[in-house]
């Protein structure tokens, strides 16, 4: 697949944006409770359950301050007629990506505030992705605080070492992040 050189380019900058990692803050919660009761409001045909993954989800665990967002919607089709043309005139950013670097392919939005830092990631998914099996890591996680603390120091250290290449730190995490995820499917 042939991409324009403005989508390079806007994947280029959004892929070399600093990773600033945390300690954990409560408002992430209420961020999310915000954005999911507008999206239920203004999508109430399209979006059908919203869940709040990542390392914002799980109290006490430092993180960027960007709340992951998990969407089951009825369809690409409707997110492509009903959603993008309202989020992207709202400032959101859109990008039709990958689920685990490969297909297939669902629809993600970066909603920023007014300085331009990334405030949410929402990620539109059909209810039978496997993007879903993220809950489990960050139930996991709920449940094994000292786990989460290992895994916030992990991310503080790489957003040290990698501060401008989020696809190499997501990547540097995958062995800590696969090892929970064998323990939630021996469970």
């Known amino acids: ?34 954005e999911k009761e507008f999206l239920l409001r203004k999508f109430p045909n399209v979006v059908k359950r919203v869940e709040h993954f990542g390392s914002t989800a799980v109290p006490n665990l430092a993180s960027k301050s960007i709340v992951d967002m998990l969407i089951e919607v ?38 920023r505030d007014s300085k331009g830092n990334r405030t949410h990631h929402l990620h539109m998914v059909s209810k039978n992705s496997k993007l879903w099996g993220r809950l489990l890591f960050r139930d996991y996680l709920r449940d094994h605080p000292n786990v989460a603390a290992e895994y916030g120091n992990l991310k503080a250290d790489l957003s040290k070492k990698l501060p401008n290449d989020r696809e190499a730190y997501t990547k540097a995490k995958t062995d800590f992040v696969m090892s929970i995820m064998g323990k939630t499917k021996k469970n």
């Not at 991409?3 to 961020?31: F, G, N």
């Open 1 to 34: 697949m042939k991409i324009s050189k403005a989508l390079k380019k806007r994947i280029e900058k959004a892929v070399s944006e600093k990773i600033d990692v945390i300690p954990y803050d409560p408002i992430w919660t209420k961020r999310f409770e915000k």
């Open 74 to 111: 009825t369809s690409h089709r409707d997110v492509i007629q009903q959603i993008i043309p309202v989020l992207t005139s709202l400032g959101y950013d859109y990008f039709y990506r990958p689920e685990f670097d490969k297909p297939p392919m669902y629809d993600w939005f970066i909603k």
